[in-house]
């Protein structure tokens, strides 16, 4: 057994089990999309491992297990995007439909997925990357634009998380995407669309 970034999660042959989601509580949708707003300020203390459950099935989770369909809407159902979450002590893969986290790197990559000083150090950053082999039949233009598509809808659900929740957060295109890409163990069908950092406020205690 080992923990991720103290937050006490278990891991076991290398997929850390997340608890069930919460699904109720939060904030009214119109209040949350008034309180919906960018900040690069965080502080230090790692997300409780409810929050990063609550956070991850928001972002792209499993709302209907009878077809398996997520939380985002992607282009053909093609669900090309994975999200990435780094950490101070790794880099692992959220899967959905187990609603676990897949280890992918271990060791503090948080540097490598932006250009600002705070992505270094703020507990959590979400990257977007999408699967162009999944997104069969489309053509290259077609790629392109639905993946940036379908990455914004993931985006935009953890925004709308982060307002309910009292988290701070900001979205970043600002990556080196040649070096993420090299750290993280991509092959050429795989692109970094955006990278997401989450945190609680700056001065939270």
Not at 155 to 170: D, E, K, M, T
Request: charged fraction near 15%.
């Amino acid at each position: 057994m080992m923990s991720m970034m103290g937050t006490g999660l278990a891991q076991d042959t290398g997929a850390i089990k997340l608890p069930p989601p919460e699904m109720a509580g939060g904030m009214p949708l119109m209040q949350a999309l008034q309180a919906r707003h960018s900040t690069r300020e965080f502080a230090g203390k790692p997300l409780p491992p409810q929050v990063l459950s609550n956070l991850l099935w928001a972002a792209s989770g499993v709302n209907r297990p009878e077809s398996g369909q997520r939380t985002a809407p992607s282009a053909h159902d093609g669900c090309e995007i994975d999200v990435y979450v780094t950490t101070a002590d790794g880099a692992y893969r959220y899967d959905p439909p187990s609603h676990t986290l897949q280890r992918v790197v271990a060791g503090d990559l948080r540097h490598l997925t932006g250009v600002q000083d705070f992505v270094a150090t703020v507990p959590l950053n979400l990257v977007y990357v999408a699967d162009l082999d999944r997104m069969s039949g489309a053509s290259a233009e077609d790629k392109t634009f639905y993946s940036a598509t379908d990455a914004g809808f993931i985006a935009q659900n953890v925004y709308l998380y982060c307002a309910s929740s009292g988290l701070a957060v900001v979205v970043r295109g600002l990556v080196d995407r040649e070096a993420l890409g090299a750290a993280l163990g991509l092959g050429k069908h795989q692109r970094i669309i955006l990278a997401q950092s989450v945190g609680y406020p700056a001065g939270a205690k």
